[in-house]
């Protein structure tokens, strides 16, 4: 059973860099996994961070950044700010039509 | 503006059903994979589903397969989820969503609605 595994509750200070990892049980994160990044707060919908492992989605701030990172895709944050504290998903395309998202991982910035 | 509206959602007991709506506008609804996903509550998301732009090809969670069956009808804009047999685990936030495709080769989800709540309980 493949699972996507992102980190527990993390924490960074403001001004810091933080790096939020997305990996596949049964392997590498690769571009055919069409990795994306997804940022939530409480009460709203999922907003689109990055798409396609590095393209940020339109209005996202360029201190947010997407790459893959080893075997794992990558969501780097440089220079937190108070207002990057929420919730952070990835998915992925695992094969056959079915994609799964990754646990969360809840960013804290203090 | 593109807009994804989802309506449908209840207090049902279990094993009973439920039939979920997405209305989308701003867009051509024909011409985009969608998806439902889900939030159980304090919970993280879940992929629940796939639909294909002519309804032809569908996808399903493990846990959902024979009991929800996703459907669209792009005459109306419209995407359903069919609920049979719910569980206490189904109770969650649904959320309808679009697939995006970019550079004839990546999707992504870039359009969300807002959910409609589901709660299974007797």
């Not at chain 1, 339109?58 to 944050?77: C, E, Q």
């Not at chain 2, 997405?22 to 051509?28: E, L, P």
């Not at chain 2, 032809?56 to 009991?67: C, L, P, T």
Request: proline residues 4%; aromatic residues 12%.
């Amino acid at each position: 059973q493949t699972v996507v595994t992102q980190e527990p509750p993390f924490s960074v200070s403001p001004g810091g860099t933080v790096t939020l990892t997305c990996g596949l049980s049964s392997g590498s994160v690769s571009a055919t996994n069409h990795p994306s990044w997804y940022q939530q707060t409480p009460g709203q919908p999922p907003r689109t961070l990055i798409y396609s492992t590095n393209i940020r989605s339109s209005g996202v701030p360029d201190r947010f950044s997407g790459y893959i990172l080893g075997n794992k895709s990558a969501l780097t944050i440089t220079g937190a700010q108070a207002e990057d504290e929420s919730d952070y998903y990835c998915v992925l395309y695992v094969g056959s039509g079915i994609w799964m998202f990754g646990g969360g991982t809840k960013l804290t910035v203090l | 503006e593109l807009q994804l509206v989802e309506s449908g959602g209840g207090l049902v007991q279990p094993g009973g059903s439920l039939r979920l709506s997405c209305a989308a506008s701003g867009f051509t609804f024909s011409s985009y994979w969608m998806t439902w996903v889900r939030q159980a509550p304090g919970k993280g998301l879940e992929w629940v589903a796939n639909i294909k732009q002519d309804g032809s090809s569908k996808y399903y969670v493990d846990s959902v397969k024979g009991r929800f069956t996703i459907s669209r009808d792009n005459a109306k804009n419209s995407l359903y989820l069919q609920m049979n047999n719910l569980r206490a685990e189904d109770t969650a936030l649904y959320y309808c969503a679009r697939w995006e495709l970019v550079m004839g080769t990546y999707y992504y989800l870039d359009v969300w609605g807002r959910g409609t709540t589901v709660t299974v309980s007797s």
